[in-house]
């Protein structure tokens, strides 16, 4: 079992900026963010593979920006222009070389002023 450990998550004002950081305990095929808001279901952010491919959802696509580090088994998610519509609990998500599916305990992330 692989354990996602991910801090960074608080409140920031509007157009500000936050950096997400998931420490995994074992090396993983992919890895990124979900976030869910209170009465919606939890969407893909941004992901993130081995080999430095990413993929996006588009309403963060231009604002967010993911990267990892394979030799600490960490991954980043910096976060700028933050709206309020960001504002959701934003959970660490790896697969495993197996296909197995790990997730973080999740962080808070608020936006407002």
């Known amino acids: 079992q692989v354990q996602l450990v991910e801090s960074g998550g608080g409140l920031v004002q509007p157009g500000g900026s936050l950096r997400l950081s998931c420490a995994a305990s074992?090396?993983?095929?992919?890895m990124g963010w979900h976030r869910q808001s209170p009465g919606k279901l939890r969407e893909l952010v941004a992901m993130?593979?081995?080999?430095?491919?990413?993929n996006y959802a588009d309403s963060v696509k231009d604002r967010f920006a993911i990267s990892r580090d394979n030799a600490k088994n960490t991954v980043y998610l910096i976060m700028n222009n933050l709206k309020p519509e960001d504002t959701a609990v934003y959970y660490c998500?790896?697969?495993?070389?197996?296909?197995?599916?790990?997730w973080g305990q999740g962080t808070q992330v608020t936006v407002s002023s």
């Open positions: 998500y790896g697969i495993g070389f197996g296909s197995a599916n790990y």
């Open positions: 074992d090396r993983l095929y992919n």
């Open positions: 993130i593979d081995t080999g430095g491919i990413t």
